[in-house]
């Protein structure tokens, strides 16, 4: 309900309903604390609600933890910062698992919004998203990671 209430009013790139996104990047999980955090993995970054609305209301403090990690300080355009914010995230397995399920999500074809008007700025986050998509499922290492998201600047 915490996750519900406070995206209720957003939409995503495409116009739909955000909610639905968090509800999808949940519904992928199977740890149920794992399942709290990916429902909720956006509700600090993008609302008003905090960490500590989310303790007081009984959140698993596994799962606040993976909140916190996923909670970007900035909207990391720069795509240095924002693999340093995987390469931390990578530590946490819950943090990781949801941000590989919100990952997949983003990144689905019927979700992509190549704006027209935002093209090469679209297709820089897909390829963002991709990237960290293979770091964090072990496809690439580390070094190669921060090597190809550097190349992205």
């Known amino acids: 309900m915490i996750a519900v209430k406070a995206h209720s009013s957003q939409r995503d ?3 739909t309903a955000y909610v639905l996104h968090v509800l999808r990047v949940m519904l ?8 709290q955090a990916g429902v909720l993995h956006d509700v600090v970054e993008d609302t008003p609600v905090t960490l500590k609305d989310l303790v007081n209301s009984g959140i698993h403090p596994a799962a606040c933890e993976a909140v916190r990690l996923l909670t970007r300080e900035s909207q990391h355009s720069d795509p240095i ?21 919100d990952l997949n999500d983003n990144y689905r074809l019927d979700r992509v919004a190549l704006r027209f008007s935002h093209q090469s700025e679209d297709l820089h986050r897909i390829q963002k998203y991709i990237l960290s998509y293979q770091y964090l499922s072990d496809q690439i290492a580390v070094d190669e990671y921060r090597t190809r998201m550097s190349s992205l600047v």
Request: proline content about 6%.
């Open 13 to 15: 790139k495409a116009g």
């Open 28 to 35: 992928a999980l199977e740890d149920p604390i794992a399942m």
């Open 81 to 101: 910062q924002y693999a340093e914010y995987v390469i931390r995230i990578s530590a946490d397995p819950i943090a990781k698992a949801v941000k590989l399920s």
